[in-house]
Each structure stands twice: as C-alpha cells, then as structure tokens.
C-alpha cells in the first residue's frame, strides 16, 4: 500500500512530499534472487545474479532487476522494523547482508568444513576446528527455499543491502541494492554504481568458478563495464533531480569494489552531508567525492544556479565500455528544471 | 683517497655518478615557487610534444601550451588568478586528426563555453588552428582547482591534457584564502599524475585501436609533470625543453609554507611529509569551516594525505626542530638564539659522537655536518648537493611502488622539503 504525505512549509509550492511505503505494520519486502542477463551497450549479453520485487513470498512476479528494488523503510513513530522473505531461485544458497543495519534474527553465520561445500556449523566456529571456513554471513536460503531475515531497529540513513553468501563472488555477479532508512525526499537522486568483470560472470555461469576451476577467485578482477543504477553509457539517460531553487539530495552508493570518484561539472560544489548512514557535525564542501567499494554518501545541491543539464561522471576516468573508443561507462547528468516561482523555506528534515 | 676512488668505482658507476650530477644540478639552487601565468587571458593550443623521465625514456604526449609559443608542455600552464576577475580561456586544436576534438573542462567553476563543436561534456575546438573555442568564467571563490580535457577524457587526461588554476584572494598574495589564519610564507605546488607507457606507445605508433583504457596500468609517476630526481632541477630548465615546472621546496626555520596538491590523473595517491605533521585547510578549493567567517577551523593534522583524482587538498606546514632533542645549530651555553629556533632545546648537546669519516657512508645530501648550516669536509667524488648546509626531509606517496620510474629506482613522486639555514637566499 503506498500512501504519499505532504508536509506544507509556508507555501504549497514548497510542499516537501514524502513518499512511504507501508502503514502502521512492519515494512515486509518479498525479493526473490535469480540469474537473468544484462545487455552492455556495445551489444554484449553478460550473465548476472539479481533481485525482483515480488507480491508474495515465491510469486515470481516482480522483475529481476541489477541493482535490485530500493527499498525504503519509513521510520515513523510505529514502524522501524524491516523484513525481507528471500526466495531463492539461485543455483547456490544465498542470504542477505545490511552493512550498518543489525540483523535481529541472523541465526548465521554458517561455517563449512573447507574442503567442500558441507555445512558443519551455523552460529559458532566448531570448537577445535582451526580448519572451518565461513561461507556466509548470515542464514542462508536454500535453492528454490525462502527465508526471512529482519531488522527490528533500522536507522536511518542510506545503505546498501547485498548477498552475505560468499560475497566475493555473488556480489560480483550484481546480488546487491539500496536501502534507505527514513522519509524519501521528493527531490533526490539515486546514484547507485557498480562494476561488471565478464570473466567472472561468464564463469560463474558456465560452472567455471571455483577452487580448481579455470577462475579460481576474484583475484584477477579487472571489470570492464562501469555502471551507475545498472546502466553504462549511453544506456543511461539524464536524471530528473529538481528545480534549480531547489535543495537537492544526491544519494551515492558504491556496490562495486574499486573506488569511484563522482564529479559534478559547473557546479560549484556539493555539501557531503553524511556517510555509511551517519551525518557529519559539519557538511564536507567538495567538488569530488570519495566513494570506495561498499560504501553510501548523501550529498546536497544546495539551490543549483541555474537550470539545464549538469554532467556527472567518474574522475577516475572509469568512461569506457570495454575499452572502446566512444565514451562510455559512469556518465550521466543531471537535469535541473526551471526554478520554482516560490522559494521554498523549508530543509531536508531526514538530514536535521 | 681520489687515487683510492679511481681503482675502485668502475667506469660504468662513475659515468652513471656524473650522469646524476648533470640530472640533480645544484638541487639547493632550485627556486622554490610557484611559476606559471598570470592575466585574465590566456590563448592555449592543444599539441603534441616529448617528454623525458627519469629512467632515461621519453614519451609522446599531448598538451596544453601557449598560443604565443610553438609547444605543448606538462603539465599544462598553471593559470595564477585574481577572486573576483572574468577569466577567458582559447583553445585550439593542433593535435593530428586522429586525435579527434579536444577541450576544457574546469571542475568547480561554473563555465560558459562558445565556438567550436558541441561535445559531450562542454564544446570542443575541432582539429585546424583556425577554430577556437571559447570559455569564460568568474573566478569566485580562491583556492587551488584544475583543468583538464572534457572530450574522451580516459585518454586525453592520460596523454596529458590537464593543468593546476591558483585563484588568490583578495585578502592579499600571501593568504591561501579570505581569512588570516591561512597565511602562508611559501607555497609548492604537487599536481600530481601518471603515466600507462603502453598507451603512449599506441598512440606514438597511430595503433588507436590497441588503446584500452579499462586495462589502464601505471608504471610511471609526476609531480608537476616531472619524475625524482627531476623535480629537483630549476624551473623552465633547458634540458627539459616541455616540463617547465619543478617541484623543490625550501624554506627557513619558523616559516609556514602552503602545499597545494592536485590530483590530476586517475588513481590516487597518499602524500606523506617527513619532519613534521600537516594542518588540512581546505579541499576542492573550500575551506574546512564550521561555519562562514571561521577560518579553516576544521582543519585536521595528519602526516599523509591521500590526494584523489580530480580533487585539490590544501596543506600547511611548518618547521623549527621542536622536539628534536639537541640544538641543531650546535650553539653553546650562553649563546644566542638563532631566528625562528625553539627555545627548549637550545645548547643541548649532539647526542652522537661523529664516528671517523671513514668510517662514515655519506648520502649525497649531507653537508659533512649534523648541525644545520654547518659544512664539513666531504670525501672525494661526493657531489656536494646541499649547498647552503640545510635539513633534507623525503615528501614522497606511501605507495612505495610510485617512487620509480618504470621499475627504475629513484624516481617517480619523490622530491624533498630542504629547510635551510636562517639567512639563507631561497628565489
């Protein structure tokens, strides 16, 4: 059920609109993993691992996306609780991992005798044994399984929810999406980036990944396709972000596992008002910002100066497909609409 | 004991010793400034050019130079601008067809462009000398920011295309911006960036289609668009006919020097200073402030920066040899205080008895004397690189693989912070 509250600040053009999913019960989110195909721009299919949206636990109704859903808990006065019903349509167990978010009901983690895939623990080392190796952060959920994993006190902020099931590789394959703690602002942004390595990828798919398999591990990751919300070059189309009087939200989140360096260009600088969902005492004024693997920056646009496109892109230069000589890879923009009559008078409530 | 030096170097070692000699030059004459143009106008034109490393290799690269000269250089000119003027900026392309169009972006200002062709991130001046582009912008707030190409930036950042931008206040030349607490004696600039060979070579040999950018890895490091033990020559010097700008700090005790480092390639590197921590003041060209008129009353001490690509970090430090523990001008009871010395461990004795000089190995930065401003006797064949008897302190990256130049040890993001002796002519 969704339901939309508006809170008026002096004038009804300055209405600040929070969107909220849910009512007074906890937030229930049915997502389902399974392996689908992505299309890089250059035309080349790269198998990857991804998240859908489903009515119900099993419907198998929702789209499997990379990143997967959004999903946003509300934190009103009754509801700070999250769960997820996981379906697995994955060929290996899996499981969720919030970094920054408590499990409240991780029964996990589950330990294998490091030899084989046998489960020989979940919860504890096995006394005396130096040898097992941990395989998942949290309880997993079978193939073709569903289980439910829950957070019953989530703060606020941005975070990135991902597989906690041999994260090196399932990550890699795009088991990862956004979390946001707290009232969406109507004029935000998601900016979510990642990286494909199709070696890994295809690998994976063609049951070539492995101990003693021809792709051992992550250890000659070298990605080749660089993605913002999934998206590389020209596949990715400006985004909306709000008018030029505007306050706007920049929500980044790096899934990947190389560092990023998002840039706004003829844009004086962004105010970074927090990081890994905790805010700073006093905004951090940059043109640049750090994103390294794993971790969520919201940034602030303070009333941008004029309307128009603004480009946004990785300063680390990370603007090819696969090495091709037209540009590619984590490129947008940002579309700034006309300025609003009324100045609105209010601030970003989920940042006071 | 030149007899004895004869009979033992070998002639391949002593030519190589003679080859350093000519390379370093008299480090401690270098000026120490920053150099580059001044104005509200300024003609540049994208061109190919050489450069040399280190190593002994030389690269072909592209670049910004002036319109006034005939060749690139890199890094490209620094622009030293005034808070508050209207900034013009020209380019045009002189770079071979193949290369495409090329252009400017300058993160953090808010740019017009006009003329050329339509680009991607701004418009682009099309390859022909006669087709300018055109860029303007007001040059806001001060600090120190970059500029770089916008067209295809994977690769022409890569071959060079990239610049620092000053913008002084108007509180005055000497502060780093409108506030007193960023006062500074001396400033350097570290704009630093690197180099994948193989990239260049393609390009040298017009194989366009082998350029890969996503396999992009970095043998080669610059500061101000020269290796170790280059930075340390002098400024615009001959011998590096397209790599005008040197990288060699120097100061005297007591003084506050400013330290503006510019991330101008892709990775990023942690730029660490020997002999004292650092205050941060400002980053991307804004103070770290609680709140307007403060000051950078958020500024941090660290001993290594970690410089990202595309972002600017302003630093400040100083010396005097507190807490060093000995009086480093070896001044006896009763002596008076040298300028800018602290008081604490005045006349406190050296706490090392000098071995014999032959029994000494000498780095060819020592004076022959622990004592700042004292020259001892050097053996033969030393080169005698520290002139005025000054403290050399390593500025280095902390990847400890960017201190060479293609595998070539030293090199790469290495120079060295000399504090000289009170008294001592610093250009």
Redesign the interface.
Known sequence: MLKIKCLVAGFMAAALCLVLVGTSSAVVYNLRAEATTVTMPDGTVIPVWGYALDSAPGAGDGQIMVPGPLLTVPLDETDTTLTINLTNKLPRPTSIDIVGQVMTNNLGPVWTDGLSDSVISSGFRPPDNYTARMRSFAHETSPNGTQTYEWTNVRPGSYIYKSGTNPAMQVAMGLYGGLIGGSRYSKEVILFFSEIDPVINNAVANGNYGPGLPVSSLIDY???YFLINGKAYPALQPLIAGHANQNILLRFFNAGLE?H?P?L?????MSIVAEDGIRFR?P?????I?LVAGKTVDAVLQQP??QGQF?L?D??????N??S?T?G?M?TALQIQEPLVLVPTYQLLLLD | MAKYLKIEIPGTLLAAAVLLLMVVGIAGNAAATIVGETGTSFNLVARTGNIITSDGDSFLMWGYGLESGTSMQYPGPTLILQEGQTITVTLKNELPAAAGNVSI?F?????TASGGAQG???REAVPGSANAVTYTFVA??PGTYMYHS?T????Q??MGLVGAIIIRPKLGAKYAYNHANTRFDREFLYLLTEMDPRIHRAIAFGQ??L?????YFATNWFINGRNFPDVMQANYVATLPNQPYNCQPRMLPGETVLLRFIGGG???HPMHEHGNDFSVLA????M?Q?APGKGAD?AWMANTIRV????TVDVTWTWTGAGIGWDIYGHLPGQQLAPGEDPADHAKPFPVVIPPRDELTFGQFYSGSPFLGGMGELPTGHPGFNAYGGFFYMWHSHTEKELTSNDIWPGGLVSFMIVEPPGTPIP
């Open positions: 070298h990605p080749k560092t360096v840039t260009l003829n844009m004086p600088h006093y951090k004024r940059q043109v640049t750090e100066h004029a480009s892109y300063r680390r230069l990370n603007l090819t696969a090495g000589a540009p890879g490129l | 972006v993160p953090g200002q808010i740019v991607l991130l701004t806001k707030e916008g295809r930036p994977d690769l950042v890569e366009y289609n350029v890969d950018t996503s396999n892709r990775d990023p980053v991307d060209g804004r770290l609680s958020l990202l690509p595309g972002q």
